[in-house]
Structure formats: structure tokens, C-alpha cells
């Protein structure tokens, strides 16, 4: 008897068969009229092999709880990949988000970083003319490659805070310990 992968790789060859307009059984092409050739259908069956692909592979939460902590392995951070540009917190956590397994871990938010570094005194709040709080540098940011940038969005311009390469490399470094930060 075949084990539940076995099984999982056989049923994503047939999907896949079917999906390509290949009758499973006989090898043979599926009939034009059959509703198998429904571009609805075919797409389907394509998105269920991408998924059986998915649970082969160990990269769906079996369980159905989303993970609770944030988790990186030091082969994912290798993967990671930043712009050559500045960027800010929530491309950072993009960057990160796109190499992480989250069936294992929850996804990083700019949010969440950004709390985690004001925690730790590398980032700062400060009431704006509006009231409105926002982030900010202080006087340990540049030594740990934190700028900020005037930007312009809808011809409104405002300060952001950048990660420069220093920055970047930072936060790729030290993600565990600034996310487990207390």
C-alpha cells in the first residue's frame, strides 16, 4: 500500500494530466467536448496540484493554527533578498516574508519591527503638528543605519524612516533577537 505521499504525488500526477488535456487512464488526448476543457475547470485542477505540491513539499500548516511566532532559519535569510535603494520597514518585512516558510512562522509586519525597535531605543515617536504619532530617528539610529528620507505621495511630502545598506543588513542579522526583544 502506498504511504500518504506516495499517494499525494500520484493523485498530483493525475490532476496535472488531466489539467494538460491528457485522459489519465489511457494516455490519450481528452476529448474537445468534454467539460474537462473547460478553461474553468482546467485552472482548477491546476490550483489543486499547486497545493498538493505545497503539502508534498511540507510548506502547508497542517494543523490549521496559524503560527504564533515569528521564526527564520539561517538558510532563509540567506535567500533574502533587499533592493540596492534605502528602503523602508515594510519592504524590509516583505523582503523577509518572501523566503520565510509560513507554515512554521507568522508573517513579519513593519508594525510589529518597528515596535520591537523602539522597544530597544533604536527608534523613536513623536507627536506631529497634526497629532498624529509617527516614527522617528534618535540619536542611536545612524549608527545602526537608520535615516530618514523625505518622501512625496500625492504631492504631499513627509519624512520616512529608511534602512540603508548598514541598516539592512542590521535587521537581516539580528531579526531573532530583535523580534524575541522583551
Known amino acids: 500500500m502506498l504511504d500518504d505521499k506516495e499517494k499525494m504525488i500520484k493523485a498530483k500526477e493525475i490532476l496535472q494530466k488531466i489539467a494538460n488535456g491528457i485522459n489519465p487512464v489511457n494516455g490519450k488526448p481528452i476529448n474537445d467536448e468534454s467539460f474537462l476543457n473547460d478553461p474553468r475547470i482546467i485552472r482548477c485542477f491546476f490550483y489543486v ?3 498538493l505540491s505545497k ?3 511540507g510548506k502547508v500548516n497542517k494543523t490549521g493554527n496559524k503560527p504564533s511566532k515569528f521564526i527564520i532559519t539561517d538558510e ?3 535567500l533574502v533578498v533587499f533592493p540596492e535603494r534605502k528602503i523602508g520597514v515594510n519592504e524590509i518585512a516583505r523582503c523577509i516574508n518572501s523566503v520565510i516558510d509560513l507554515s ?3 508573517k513579519l509586519t513593519g508594525v510589529e ?3 520591537q525597535l523602539k522597544k530597544m531605543g533604536l527608534l523613536s515617536e513623536h507627536k506631529n503638528e497634526h497629532g498624529k504619532m509617527r516614527t522617528v530617528i534618535n540619536e542611536k539610529s545612524k549608527d545602526y543605519g537608520m535615516e530618514i528620507e523625505k518622501r512625496n505621495y500625492n504631492g504631499n511630502e513627509y519624512e520616512m524612516v529608511v534602512f540603508n545598506d548598514i541598516g539592512k543588513r542590521f535587521i537581516l542579522d539580528n531579526i531573532d533577537m530583535i523580534m524575541n526583544y522583551e
Open 49 to 51: 496540484s499547486d497545493v
Open 55 to 57: 503539502v508534498i513539499e
Open 76 to 78: 532563509e535569510k540567506k
Open 104 to 106: 512554521r512562522s507568522k
Open 113 to 115: 519591527l518597528n515596535k
